[in-house]
């Protein structure tokens, strides 16, 4: 393993916290050197020894821009290398994050809009808790509307996180709904959705559990995740008259893949 050459583009920091929200499921915090930048978000690239060489994977920034550390919010894949290695990382243990930051997924792609749809699958969320942990988008936005969706409830990880965050905001700040559907049980609460993003959007559960449309004039969409919902909402975007967010050319939507 080169260490002197990987220094140069990365540094070694080490992680402070673990938290196991299920078998699977897990967040960590790590250390922050003093002049890593990012925007609410976007991405880190962290490195794990492996074998001879470092093994490098994105993890979106859960932490916020002012926060003095990292956190991450993960997923053990079964047979994935990486996270074959990252679910057993304790406090003390170091891993390698590459000295710049990635992503043009940020709430500042938008010029205008009234409500901020974040959409998610399971670890996508991770994002959205960094953008709702800055201070931009409650005074950016008159509505966000966070929609989380997971196969079983109890993947429903951050949402005491999420619910505590309305307290935390002056009223003229933008109002916090939080959706929450479930794929593979029956809900077991009254504020939860059953079925895909995908269905719920096209069918109006999303539009009527949040009480707005979502509209070309008004609404701005973040999506998450899993590539194939990113792909189908896409779809029913573009079929509604909405545009992703080009270089040049504002949009109503924008996109972040996980695979
Ligand atoms: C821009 C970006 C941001 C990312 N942010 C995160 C993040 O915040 N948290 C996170 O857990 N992963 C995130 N990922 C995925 C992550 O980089 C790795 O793919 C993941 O850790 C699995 O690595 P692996 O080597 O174990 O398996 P890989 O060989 O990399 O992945 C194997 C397969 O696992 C599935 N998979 C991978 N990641 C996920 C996931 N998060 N949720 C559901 N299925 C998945 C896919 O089917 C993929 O093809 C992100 C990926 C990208 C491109
Ligand atoms: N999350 C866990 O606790 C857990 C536990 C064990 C293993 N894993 C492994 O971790 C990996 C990721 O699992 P995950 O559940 O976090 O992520 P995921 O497979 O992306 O599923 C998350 C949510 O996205 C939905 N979804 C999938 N495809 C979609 C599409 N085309 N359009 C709209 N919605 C779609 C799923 O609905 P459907 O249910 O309808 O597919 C589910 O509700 C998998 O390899 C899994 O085997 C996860």
Redesign the pocket.
Same mark, same amino acid.
């Given at each position: 393993m080169d260490v002197e050459g990987l220094s140069g583009k990365a540094t070694l920091e080490t992680v402070t916290d673990m938290r196991r929200w299920t078998d699977a499921l897990f967040s960590f915090k790590t250390t922050r050197p003093k002049d890593y930048r990012f925007s609410a978000g976007q991405?880190a690239r $962290?490195g794990l020894p492996s074998g001879e060489g470092i093994?490098w994977?994105?993890?979106?920034?859960?932490s916020a821009p002012h926060e003095d550390y990292l956190e991450?919010?993960? =997923? $053990? =894949? @079964?047979? +994935?290398?990486? #996270?074959?290695i990252?679910k057993d990382i304790e406090p003390g243990d170091t891993l390698w994050t590459d000295k710049q930051s990635? +992503?043009f997924m940020t709430p500042e792609r938008f010029a205008d809009g009234d409500d901020l749809w974040m959409l998610a #699958?399971? #670890? +996508?969320l991770? @994002?959205f808790v960094s953008i709702l942990r800055d201070a931009l988008v409650w005074k950016k936005f008159r509505r966000l509307i966070v929609v989380h969706c997971v196969k079983h409830a109890a993947e429903f990880g951050y949402q005491e996180q999420l619910l505590s965050m309305r307290g935390e905001h002056r009223s003229d700040d933008a109002e916090l709904t939080i959706i929450q559907c479930v794929t593979r049980e029956p809900p077991t609460g009254p504020l939860q959705l059953t079925g895909r993003i995908t269905t719920l959007l096209y069918d109006g559960q999303l539009e009527q559990a949040a009480g707005i449309p979502m509209t070309v004039e008004s609404s701005r969409i973040m999506l998450?995740? !899993?590539p194939e919902m990113i792909e189908e909402t896409r779809r029913i975007l573009h079929q509604r008259g909405m545009r992703p967010c080009r270089r040049a050319l504002p949009g109503q939507f924008v996109t972040? !893949?996980?695979?």
């Amino acid at each position: 393993m080169d260490v002197e050459g990987l220094s140069g583009k990365a540094t070694l920091e080490t992680v402070t916290d673990m938290r196991r929200w299920t078998d699977a499921l897990f967040s960590f915090k790590t250390t922050r050197p003093k002049d890593y930048r990012f925007s609410a978000g976007q991405y880190a690239r $962290l490195g794990l020894p492996s074998g001879e060489g470092i093994l490098w994977r994105a993890y979106s920034i859960v932490s916020a821009p002012h926060e003095d550390y990292l956190e991450y919010y993960g =997923v $053990l =894949v @079964p047979g +994935g290398a990486f #996270t074959a290695i990252l679910k057993d990382i304790e406090p003390g243990d170091t891993l390698w994050t590459d000295k710049q930051s990635f +992503g043009f997924m940020t709430p500042e792609r938008f010029a205008d809009g009234d409500d901020l749809w974040m959409l998610a #699958t399971g #670890t +996508g969320l991770g @994002p959205f808790v960094s953008i709702l942990r800055d201070a931009l988008v409650w005074k950016k936005f008159r509505r966000l509307i966070v929609v989380h969706c997971v196969k079983h409830a109890a993947e429903f990880g951050y949402q005491e996180q999420l619910l505590s965050m309305r307290g935390e905001h002056r009223s003229d700040d933008a109002e916090l709904t939080i959706i929450q559907c479930v794929t593979r049980e029956p809900p077991t609460g009254p504020l939860q959705l059953t079925g895909r993003i995908t269905t719920l959007l096209y069918d109006g559960q999303l539009e009527q559990a949040a009480g707005i449309p979502m509209t070309v004039e008004s609404s701005r969409i973040m999506l998450c995740g !899993n590539p194939e919902m990113i792909e189908e909402t896409r779809r029913i975007l573009h079929q509604r008259g909405m545009r992703p967010c080009r270089r040049a050319l504002p949009g109503q939507f924008v996109t972040e !893949n996980y695979w």
